[in-house]
């Protein structure tokens, strides 16, 4: 079955460090997003990519990096400049459109800090 | 602005029928769509509409008028399983495709 993979589930931070979150998907999209999710609160975009190598930022990009090497991947690393990154993190892919393309997302990461 | 209002919370009971609005200042975007997120889980596409008026697929409808800046989900026959958030969104013109997210309404669903 098609579909999004993040890895992993559940994920702590110490001080200081960066974490990568993975996100791997087989719909065959050229589009995939990252977005954050803080409890009660709507998605907020941290980058995005419309094709293999080469990716903008969204609305919260400080603090976070990607690469998108391959069409599949899409990871996201949590850098220590990050001073917040607790919350849910989605990924998610579609076909580059602007009309009705709907986006399919992963299960999620949930980031702490330890 | 490009934000999305939504209300934070709904509450119905089984069996009833709940309307969630969705309403927004700036117009120019291809079509308002909905996704629907049980907790800790992953948004689901729910609907989209292009142009005015309704769209319905099975207990769920949705309406956007842009003349009144406003769009709604409109749920019927409502289960215990609608509990959940439900956000709309768009995609402006000249924004590279990105969807742009409301904050989202917890809709609970009372025996």
């Known amino acids: 079955d098609g579909g999004i993979t993040q890895s992993p589930k559940y994920l702590f931070r110490k001080e200081g460090q960066n974490v990568t979150l993975s996100c791997e998907q087989n719909l065959n999209h050229d589009a995939m997003y990252w977005y954050r999710q803080d409890p009660g609160q709507g998605l907020r975009l941290i980058y995005y990519s419309q094709i293999v190598n080469d990716f903008q930022k969204g609305d919260i990009a400080e603090g976070y990096s990607v690469s998108r090497e391959k069409k599949e991947s899409f990871p996201l690393t949590v850098t220590s400049a990050q001073k917040n990154p607790t919350a849910f993190y989605l990924c998610?892919?579609?076909?580059?459109?602007?009309?009705?393309?709907?986006?399919?997302f992963g299960d999620g990461t949930r980031l702490s800090i330890l | 602005g490009q934000s999305l209002e939504q209300p934070s919370e709904v509450t119905a009971v089984e069996g009833a029928i709940v309307q969630i609005n969705c309403t927004y200042q700036?117009?120019?975007?291809?079509?308002l769509s909905w996704y629907q997120q049980h907790d800790g889980g992953a948004p689901t596409f729910l609907s989209y509409n292009a142009l005015d008026g309704l769209e319905e697929t099975g207990r769920f409808s949705s309406f956007l008028s842009r003349s009144d800046s406003y769009g709604y989900l409109l749920l019927q026959e409502l289960q215990m399983k609608d509990s959940a958030s439900y956000f709309c969104a768009v995609r402006y013109y000249n924004q590279g495709g990105k969807l742009i997210f409301g904050q989202g309404t917890e809709l609970s669903v009372k025996p």
């Open positions: 998610a892919s579609s076909i580059p459109s602007e009309g009705n393309q709907p986006q399919h």
């Open positions: 700036t117009s120019g975007f291809y079509g």
